[in-house]
């Protein structure tokens, strides 16, 4: 069941390795945020590994089956969570039309990660990179629904409080993967914008329609086209 999947996706896991001292910086900030959170619908780091000076090797998370991209548009998923394994597509289990596998169980998969965003979002996190990639899959039965996780919180900033004070600036070019930027931040690339909870709905949306389409059609166009 998606619940038993639930359960199991803490039995295994894996270390994201920083490359740099920027990635390094990055990583203790995601720690910080995702030790913070507990939800089903949000991935949460284990624990930072570090050396005995204290240098960081790493961030120990639970490891997912693949992630939602995996499932709607590649072949392959070559990622540090699905390890490189070859995994079904969409696109080798429908006929051009409406998806068989992930469309039975399309509504349940965006709930999920619905929920997982409102959580953050109360939280008073935003997220800033809601994609299919960052969504981790452990689906071990395809005849029920996957568990659904959201992840990777290296480009998070705090939210406004409910008056609306508060919150972070970030640069337009930086918020979200550009296909999933909302579209009036185009016009103020590499500016500063404070950091707004709708920016992850929009990019929810575009996750849902990649969902509906089976492929994500845009994701190709360039910015300028968009």
């Known amino acids: 069941s998606s619940s038993s999947a639930a359960s199991d996706v803490y039995k295994r896991q894996c270390i ?9 910086r990055a990583m203790r900030k995601e720690f910080q945020v995702m030790r913070k959170l507990s939800h089903p619908n949000v991935l949460r780091a284990v624990a930072l590994i570090c050396s005995e000076d204290n240098r960081m ?20 998923a070559a ?19 409406v998806p068989s596998i992930l469309g039975r169980h399309s509504a349940q998969v965006l709930l999920q990660v619905a929920r997982g965003l409102s959580y953050i979002h109360v939280a008073r996190v935003i997220h800033l990179d ?20 959201l ?11 409910s008056q609306g004070k508060g919150g972070e600036h970030v640069r337009a070019d930086l918020v979200n993967t550009a296909v ?26 575009c996750v849902i329609f990649d969902v509906a389409q089976g492929s994500a059609r ?9």
Request: hydrophobic share 35%; proline share 8%.
């Open 16 to 24: 994201k390795v920083p490359t740099d001292s920027v990635a390094v």
């Open 57 to 76: 090797q790493g961030l120990l998370l639970p490891l997912a089956d693949s992630n939602l991209w995996t499932w709607i548009g590649r072949d392959t």
């Open 79 to 97: 990622n540090n969570h699905g390890g490189g394994a070859e995994t079904p597509s969409l696109r080798n289990h429908c006929d051009g039309a």
């Open 130 to 149: 809601v994609k299919p990639e960052n969504l981790l899959v452990v689906w071990p039965d395809t005849t029920v629904a996957p568990c659904v996780r």
């Open 151 to 161: 992840a990777d919180f290296g480009s998070s900033r705090p939210g406004p409080d």
């Open 180 to 205: 999933y930027r909302p579209l009036q931040l185009f016009h103020n690339r590499g500016s500063l914008v404070r950091a707004q909870f709708g920016f992850d709905r929009w990019a929810f949306g």
């Open 218 to 226: 845009f994701r190709s166009r360039t910015g300028k086209a968009l």
